[in-house]
């Protein structure tokens, strides 16, 4: 039995379409499960005073969004913020967000405007840091 040169092309871009659009739902799932990983994202309190001096490595993930951070406390004050790596969507100006933790000496500071989900990020990995967790 042949299979003429048109049925076979159909077929083929059948298959790909099909591809395309499982693809697409995949893709789509991660977008959601990430946003809503985002949304349920908290803070605990920390006393910073409490901290040792030292320097600590945190990190977050939310697929989409990563980042891995160094923070450096000595006499009970963050002195600096280290981002070592930030995987963003458009978010690199939420970068900034670590001038605002050190000055205010709190984690849960203002996002920044149109990096929200980034700022996020990065302040959890923050928080992280200074409980130890990752």
């Not at 923070?71 to 970068?95: C, F, M, P, Q």
Request: aromatic share 6%; with cysteine.
């Amino acid at each position: 039995m042949k299979i003429s040169t048109k049925k076979m092309i159909s077929f083929i871009i059948l298959l790909l379409l099909l591809i395309a659009l499982i693809c697409g739902v995949v893709y789509l799932k991660k977008v959601t499960d990430y946003k809503q990983a985002v949304g349920e994202t908290t803070f605990g309190e920390i006393d910073i005073a409490d901290v040792s001096n030292g320097i600590y490595i945190g990190e977050y993930d939310v697929n989409f969004i990563y980042a891995k951070v160094e923070v450096t406390v000595e006499d009970g004050e963050i002195v600096s913020i280290n981002i070592l790596e930030h995987r963003h969507e458009r978010g690199k100006a939420a970068e900034t967000v670590i001038e605002k933790i050190i000055d205010e000496q709190k984690i849960d500071v203002d996002a920044i405007s149109g990096a929200t989900n980034s700022s996020t990020v990065i302040k959890k990995a923050v928080e992280n840091a200074l409980k130890g967790e990752t």
